[in-house]
């Protein structure tokens, strides 16, 4: 395994995996979502077709600048039929599933001359996953490839429509309060968008997530112009003790808030400043629902994956 990819043993089937020489058998090569640690080795110089989502798609040709000729872009909740050897003889299916993860994420369905191999990459279970198009439902899963960064009895974390509410609580008891909110390049677009309707404020991005927000088709709540927001986004790791005293005395009162589940199975985040709240509104499953998903999918193997 590097990064976060894997290479299916006895299949042609490469996952978020970058190193080419290394993929003695792979010849077809999925990315599951547009996250950096899945992408490693992947830059403009790639040379083969990448099969993604239609959003994932949209960020690796105008963002990475991989060439449009290489990248196909499937829809969700249907299978495609992929040719397996250059004459076509041999084919297998793939059915992309929305994996509730960040824009463009998908799981990968995969059927063959291997079976069935369900590919959850990263993703949040909810009750309502299983139900969308395409989910293998009544089908016998051989092999699941299961998302495993909270498969840990003690990642007890909230639904993100709770998160939402405690986050929503924060800022409202901090009325005067500017409040950052610190991201990753890519996820959390939601939350954002249902603080800005909620708040009736607009969010105020730099100018490179202003352009990525826009080719995701994101709500007309985000703004590149500074003063026009209450909420502000930052890059995560920005949001240290120092900058959040700097950004105090330099623009009144302030507050930061840090939605994620990383510091889970710490007592405290590496954080101490009061100003600066980290909330478990988390992209990944907990550990209940890891459980949940494994007994509604019913695979007869699970290999964890990250
Ligand atoms: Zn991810």
């Not at 909230?158 to 890519?186: K, M």
Request: charged letters at 20%.
């Amino acid at each position: 395994m590097i990064g976060n990819g894997v290479l299916i043993p006895d299949t042609p089937i490469a996952i978020d995996y970058w190193r080419e020489r290394q993929c003695n058998q792979s010849k077809l090569f999925f990315l599951s979502h547009y996250h950096a640690d899945h992408m490693e080795g992947l830059n403009s110089s790639w040379s083969l077709k990448i099969y993604c989502s239609e959003i994932t798609a949209s960020l690796l040709i105008h963002e990475m600048s991989i060439r449009s000729d290489l990248v196909v872009s499937l829809q969700t909740g249907q299978p495609h039929v992929i040719p397996v050897d250059e004459m076509g003889c041999e084919t297998m299916s793939v059915t992309l599933l929305d994996a509730n993860h960040c824009p463009g994420a998908v799981m990968f369905l995969f059927e063959g001359y291997f079976g069935c191999i369900l590919y959850t990459g990263d993703f949040r279970y909810d009750d309502q996953l299983h139900l969308q198009p395409g989910f293998p439902q009544s089908k016998q899963v051989d092999q699941l490839f299961l998302d495993n960064t909270y498969c840990n009895p003690k990642a007890q974390f909230p639904t993100r429509h709770d998160a939402f509410q405690i986050i929503l609580n924060i800022i409202q008891q901090n009325p005067t309060s500017n409040v950052i909110i610190g991201l990753t390049h890519l996820g959390k677009e939601k939350l954002l968008e249902q603080l800005a309707v909620k708040l009736q404020t607009m969010i105020v991005v730099d100018s490179k997530r202003m352009q990525r927000l826009n080719l995701l088709g994101c709500l007309n709540v985000f703004t590149d112009q500074m003063d026009m927001g209450r909420i502000i986004v930052k890059y995560k790791n920005e949001i240290t003790d120092s900058t959040i005293e700097r950004w105090n005395q330099q623009s009144g009162p302030t507050i930061a808030i840090i939605p994620t589940a990383l510091y889970i199975y710490q007592d405290r985040p590496p954080i101490l400043d009061k100003r600066i709240y980290v909330v478990h509104y988390s992209d990944h499953s907990n550990y209940n629902e890891l459980r949940q998903f494994v007994s509604v999918v019913k695979p007869c193997r699970i290999t964890p994956i990250i």
